[in-house]
């Protein structure tokens, strides 16, 4: 259930699913998601679906978190990236196969640790994960050339958008209505933010402070 036949197989479904990136795609291929979740769920590690993984909270379907990644690095490369909610770790790793640097805030302290010994166990160096409320970005680091935020907000936090380079790039779930979101690309240009709208999706709710 877990061979790379099987995560092959999950790449040829987002290719088909309008994935071009060889760079995501490659990605995709490399992380073993079914060591970011529980093992009773692993055997459905490699579908193309969100699962539960705990706290109420939900790993991202692999087609959105291809589709994020491929939106942050379509125009062209960022080096740096902060991630807003880093839930599994699963979308974190996959931006690390891709940049540089990803810094991760998540507000949920098992989940935090749990991804923290993930990302030793997966031996990834270049991702530094910190418990902490994403409301306020993360000041110490920025700024950053994009931003991941992986849980829905009601309006992008104003700390997030400021702590962008300048031609750098955003992308969150914007609600639309009760749960159903609109993926979002915001893009700084100068004293404006430009925005661009891709997709409907589902994501668990953003959620001020930390719990
Ligand atoms: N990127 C994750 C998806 C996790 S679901 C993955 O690949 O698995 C969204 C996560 O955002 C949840 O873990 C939730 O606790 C977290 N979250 C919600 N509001 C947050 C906030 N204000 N700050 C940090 N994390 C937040």
Same mark, same amino acid.
């Given at each position: 259930?877990?061979? &790379?036949?099987?995560?092959?197989? /999950? ?18 291929? *490399?992380?073993?998601? *079914? ?18 993984? %705990? ?33 599994? =770790? ?29 990302? &030793?166990? @997966?031996? #990834? &160096?270049?991702? *530094?994960?910190? #418990?902490?409320? %994403?409301?306020? =970005? ?5 700024? $950053? ?30 609600? *639309? ?5 609109? /993926?979002? @690309? ?6 404006? $933010?430009? &925005? ?6 589902? $994501?668990?709710? $953003?959620?001020? =402070?930390?719990?």
């Amino acid at each position: 259930m877990t061979s &790379q036949r099987t995560r092959d197989r /999950l790449v040829k479904r987002l290719r088909d699913h309008g994935i071009q990136d060889e760079r995501v795609l490659s990605a995709i291929s *490399h992380v073993p998601r *079914h060591l970011c979740m529980d093992e009773a769920m692993s055997t459905r590690a490699y579908e193309d679906t969100a699962l539960p993984i %705990g706290e109420g909270q939900t790993i991202s379907q692999p087609y959105i978190v291809a589709r994020m990644t491929e939106a942050v690095i379509r125009d062209r490369l960022p080096r740096k990236v902060l991630e807003v909610g880093t839930g599994s =770790g699963y979308q974190a790793a996959v931006l690390a196969q891709i940049v540089e640097e990803v810094y991760t805030v998540e507000r949920i302290k098992s989940l935090y640790e749990k991804a923290k010994c993930l990302f &030793q166990r @997966l031996g #990834y &160096q270049n991702i *530094h994960a910190s #418990y902490t409320d %994403g409301t306020w =970005g993360l000041p110490d680091k920025a700024p $950053f050339d994009a931003i991941v935020v992986t849980a829905a907000c009601q309006s992008v936090p104003e700390a997030l958008l400021s702590q962008l380079v300048l031609e750098g790039q955003l992308i969150a779930p914007i609600n *639309h209505d009760e749960d159903t979101q609109i /993926l979002t @690309l915001i893009t700084r240009k100068g004293a404006d $933010f430009e &925005q661009e709208q891709l997709d409907w999706v589902r $994501f668990v709710p $953003f959620v001020p =402070g930390c719990a």
